[in-house]
């Protein structure tokens, strides 16, 4: 069975970073586009920065510069370094994953596997 686990999410002031996981069971990373997609109440779902099976890398433009994804095959993990966040950060982080081959970007109604989602709160 296929599970995707966040954790590291948590309440963190303006201005300070988190670190987001995402730990994978039933599948083997390097044969999907991985990534990362957001979620604030009475808003739609975004994409926040994905990696494809080449390892292209690419991050939503307001974020670049803050977000960082990277991953580790070995330990089957995906993590998502947030630095600089700010209010508008607030949202339930998702791990997702995709067979889709034209990956990079990620879309959210071509996504095979989702994680629950973990808590993002960033206070002013």
């Known amino acids: 069975q296929v599970q995707l686990v966040e954790s590291g999410g948590g309440s963190v002031q303006a201005g300070g970073s988190l670190r987001l996981s995402c730990a994978a069971s039933g599948l083997t990373y390097r044969s999907y586009c991985i990534g990362w997609f957001r979620q604030a109440p009475g808003k739609e779902r975004e994409g926040v920065a994905s990696?494809?099976?080449?390892?292209?890398?690419n991050i939503t433009p307001s974020m670049k510069g803050r977000f960082t994804i990277s991953q580790d095959n070995a330990a089957n993990t995906l993590w998502l370094q947030m630095n600089s966040l700010k209010p508008e950060d607030t949202a339930t982080y998702y791990c997702?994953?995709?067979?889709?081959?034209?990956?990079?970007?990620?879309?959210?109604?071509?996504?095979?596997?989702w994680g629950q989602g973990t808590q993002v709160t960033v206070s002013s």
């Open positions: 997702a994953a995709s067979l889709v081959v034209a990956c990079p970007p990620m879309y959210p109604n071509y996504v095979d596997y």
């Open positions: 990696i494809g099976r080449d390892g292209t890398i």
